[in-house]
């Protein structure tokens, strides 16, 4: 289809498909990035966010549905290289006192791209008229806040002093 004939519908779709390649390579990365982290907190914090991203998955092809198009995802580079960030600081820091802070700082930067995607996605599926769509997408939007949220206070409270 040329280029300008494609409509919000068709750049929902493609963002949507997106943020499921995104969300799949994170649900990978997840358990890597807890197993690593040195704090309790963090690794519990990092151990929880993997099983809400399970559920976000769900809603996204719950969304998926609603389209009646296939859950299928499209390459998402953005995250594929802030995931390869998060394993040369495994790599590099390992054993350090700062490989906790590292984590965080390498898990916001993805929570706020995901941030980023599901504010988009939810104002479009208003533009569009997809009242469940938006629901579901609020509701990962709100989970994806609070995680970064938990994780500035991780930092704020001891990771970033132990690193110092």
């Known amino acids: 289809m040329p280029a300008k004939q494609k409509t919000l519908d068709d750049l929902f779709l493609d963002t949507l498909k997106d943020v499921y390649h995104a969300e799949k390579q994170i649900l990978r990365a997840l358990p890597k990035m807890a197993k ?5 907190q963090l690794r519990q914090a990092l151990e929880k966010h993997r099983d809400e ?10 969304v998926f ?6 859950a299928r995802g499209k390459t998402c580079e953005a995250v594929q290289g ?19 802070a590292g ?13 980023s995607r599901y504010g988009t996605l939810r104002t ?20 994806e806040k609070r995680t970064d949220e ?11 002093q132990k690193a110092a």
């Open 65 to 70: 549905e609603m389209l009646e198009k296939p």
């Open 36 to 40: 690593a982290a040195e704090s309790d």
């Open 124 to 143: 479009w599926a208003a533009q569009l008229g997809m009242k469940k769509a938006v629901k579901l997408l609020e509701q990962t939007l709100e989970e």
């Open 103 to 115: 984590l965080i700082a390498a898990q916001q930067s993805v929570e706020h791209y995901e941030i």
């Open 82 to 100: 802030l995931v390869e960030e998060s394993k040369d600081i495994m790599e590099d820091f390992k054993d350090s006192e700062a490989l906790d």
């Open 150 to 160: 938990l994780l500035t206070q991780l930092a704020e409270a001891a990771v970033n």
């Open 53 to 62: 991203t399970e559920v976000q998955i769900e809603r996204l092809e719950q």
